[in-house]
């Protein structure tokens, strides 16, 4: 998985908790994302980092924010959970933005 | 609106046997198109990234055409193994940004 972990790797929490969700590079690349894989969808983009405090929103960021105080960690904050935010959650890495990006091993997100 | 749609959605083949799994996609501006594979409970990994300017790329046993006037990409695995049974994503790159798309995924399925 190129040097990427995600903590924990298994989660079940109840509706209206705040959960935080971790990525962990070791490969020194610039980007990080997070994405939500579920049912039915593609994957869909949640928030990336572009640099250190460097970040911007993907497609379905409502009920989400990220922090990226370390070149390689990346936080990705469920505020107050709802069930809606059951699913698998990804993190990637890539050394720019055009270069194929590395997923990790993926957290599985229970909320009920 | 920029989608990318895979068919089928699932396949089941004989080992040893052929398959080609196919993407059309309405992203534009095209830079270009990945495929990944997923195997059951992990994170993607790429296989292969096409140009506009590239009709064809192999990786092993995995070969993927592009054809970008007609917006189409097939991935091909030649002498299937049981190791190929996962699912596979085509992924497009919107040029300016480079906003990527993820089709829904095609479970392939490969028995003895």
């Known amino acids: 998985d190129a040097g990427i972990t995600q903590s924990p790797r298994h989660k079940v929490t109840e509706t209206g908790t705040p959960v935080t969700l971790r990525c962990h590079q070791t490969?020194?690349?610039?980007?990080m994302y997070w994405y939500r894989q579920d049912p039915g969808h593609g994957l869909r983009l949640i928030h990336y980092?572009?640099?250190?405090?460097?970040?911007d929103k993907g497609e379905v960021s409502d009920g989400y924010s990220v922090s990226r105080s370390k070149t390689e960690d990346f936080l990705l904050t469920l505020e107050s959970a709802t069930s809606s935010q059951t699913s698998v959650y990804f993190c990637?890495?890539?050394?720019?933005?055009?270069?194929?990006?590395?997923f990790g091993p993926g957290t599985r997100l229970t909320v009920l | 609106k920029n989608q990318v749609e895979q068919s089928p959605q699932s396949l089941i083949i004989l080992e040893g046997k052929n398959c080609t799994l196919q993407?059309?996609?309405?992203?534009?501006?095209?830079?270009?198109l990945r495929w990944y594979k997923q195997d059951t409970g992990r994170g993607p990994v790429s296989l292969t990234i096409?140009?506009?300017?590239?009709n064809t790329k192999s990786n092993g046993r995995y070969t993927a055409t592009l054809d970008a006037d007609t917006k189409q990409s097939s991935l091909h695995i030649t002498a299937s193994q049981l190791s190929d049974s996962a699912s596979y994503i085509c992924?497009?790159?919107?040029?300016?940004?480079?906003?990527?798309?993820f089709g829904g995924g095609t479970r392939v399925l490969v028995k003895p």
């Open positions: 990637a890495i890539s050394e720019s933005i055009l270069d194929t990006q590395y």
């Open positions: 490969e020194n690349h610039r980007y």
């Open positions: 980092s572009y640099g250190v405090k460097d970040t």
């Open positions: 993407c059309n996609y309405t992203v534009s501006p095209f830079s270009n």
């Open positions: 096409m140009t506009f300017s590239e």
């Open positions: 992924v497009v790159s919107k040029a300016a940004g480079n906003k990527l798309t």
